[in-house]
């Protein structure tokens, strides 16, 4: 075990070393030229279709697809809004300082340009499988868009994607479920583990419309609670906002708040945390949105990329908001804690708004982790699919409602070691294909804005 721990520990250390992050980072920087910043010029638009009712065609029947705009970003944001909103922001702001939350919104808006690429190209080349249903995402765009020669590729993104849906999706998650309802409520993780197994089967065995509908209710109510909490917070304590965004504008450029003043550690954190958080450029969202029903990739690229800027915006920056303010040292300087995670977030909330606080974040971290169970469930399923064959696609359900349970009643040190290595690992073949095919994400952009102009599409 100790092997496999150092083993995993120094690979996951080069994985999610500077040269990934500059590469993921980079791959937004690029696509956000090609595209004339098209993520600020069309986000009021693209919030506008994430939302608005399911359309058809005009002869009454349903555009390709198996779910509507909202449901494929329901579930992809059922996966990324999870822990990594809540304790994720909370290691940041500790280990690089609160400058780490600007480098968080950097990464945002540059990764908007990218979740954009990954849903032009996860809609033009999927394809339908021998169930009927729509499957696509980077193995798809990768063979298909890039030819034959480059199935290895594809091959070895489904192979990642399907090792790290075990671990970051499934038993990492309901450990954090058991662990936060076990502090909160002291009930045994073992009968949490039965609750959250048999809830997560119901869903998931019913398939990709199953979870989204879940998703479409967990998602949206979680969310706007959570987000309601936090703004409940700052208003309360309103004197402190002003000095909190300042050391974060501050400590972005200086990183003061760090022993030695250590700037690249609050880039390195804030980054990293961002992208963990928004997985823009990791190729799991993709594969949600090419399950929608829609008549041209670039209005679903546009949902998709709302996704990014609704978790790392407006989740992530309320939780890092929050959490600068109740560091505030009588100086308006940084009072790094002792604690850290979900732990500190939710002893800020806690302090900040006595009472319902704590309760916020315990409540939003058990559902958004379950969210993100079933969100991971169909990524992991659609890359097992492409491995094994959709024959395969329910027997990994099986496997993968078993590590929910695993998960709540084991240590999960080396699972999530292993999670992190293989998620990051995902992204390499993703980010290959989307600088490899950035020409095409441009000119799919150019036909939607033609035929827009024209009245050919809405």
């Known amino acids: 075990m100790d092997v496999l721990k150092n083993f995993f520990d120094t690979v996951g250390s080069w994985v999610w070393g500077p040269v990934m992050l500059i590469l993921l980072v980079g791959t937004g920087v690029l696509l956000t030229f090609m595209l004339k ?259 041209h990739p670039v209005r679903q690229a546009l949902v998709s990329m709302t996704g990014t800027f609704l978790d790392t915006i407006v989740v992530c920056s309320i939780t890092g908001i929050v959490l600068v303010m109740g560091l505030l040292g009588a100086d308006g300087g940084f009072v790094k804690p002792e604690i850290s995670g979900a732990a500190l977030t939710t002893t800020t909330f806690n302090r900040l708004l006595p009472g319902p606080g704590g309760w916020i974040v315990t409540i939003g971290l058990i559902f958004f982790a379950y969210s993100t169970i079933l969100g991971w469930c169909y990524y992991g399923e659609k890359c097992a699919a492409y491995v094994f064959g959709d024959s395969f696609a329910n027997l990994y359900r099986v496997f993968y409602v078993a590590t929910v349970m695993l998960g709540t009643v084991v240590s999960l040190d080396l699972v999530w070691l292993a999670a992190d290595t293989f998620n990051g690992l995902m992204a390499v073949p993703n980010l290959i294909a989307l600088i490899l095919l950035s020409k095409i994400i441009v000119s799919e952009t150019q036909d939607f804005k033609a035929k827009r102009r024209s009245g050919e599409l809405p």
């Open 37 to 295: 910043g098209l993520q600020f010029s069309m986000l009021g638009y693209a919030l506008k279709q994430a939302f608005r009712p399911h359309t058809k065609k005009e002869d009454g029947s349903d555009h390709d697809g198996d779910i509507s705009h909202f449901g494929a970003l329901m579930t992809a944001l059922s996966a990324t809004i999870g822990t990594g909103n809540i304790a994720g922001v909370a290691t940041a702001v500790v280990a690089g300082g609160p400058g780490a939350v600007f480098w968080m919104w950097i990464t945002a808006i540059f990764g908007m340009a990218t979740k954009y690429g990954e849903g032009v190209l996860a809609v033009k080349y999927r394809t339908v499988n021998r169930k009927g249903e729509m499957s696509g995402g980077p193995m798809y765009y990768i063979e298909r868009g890039l030819g034959r020669k480059w199935k290895w590729l594809a091959y070895a993104f489904a192979f990642f994607g399907t090792v790290a849906s075990f671990g970051i999706g499934s038993s990492v998650q309901s450990n954090s479920v058991a662990q936060a309802i076990h502090t909160s409520f002291n009930v045994d993780p073992v009968y949490t583990g039965i609750v959250l197994t048999i809830l997560t089967a119901i869903v998931v065995l019913g398939g990709i419309r199953s979870i989204a509908t879940a998703s479409s209710f967990i998602v949206p109510v979680m969310a706007v609670l959570y987000v309601l909490g936090g703004l409940g917070i700052i208003l309360l304590n309103l004197p402190l906002v002003a000095p909190a965004i300042q050391l974060i504008l501050t400590d972005a450029f200086t990183g003061q708040a760090v022993a030695g003043g250590a700037i690249g550690s609050v880039i390195r954190y804030g980054v990293a945390r961002g992208v963990f958080s928004n997985e823009a450029g990791m190729g799991s969202a993709p594969i949600a949105a090419a399950a929608a029903k829609t008549d």
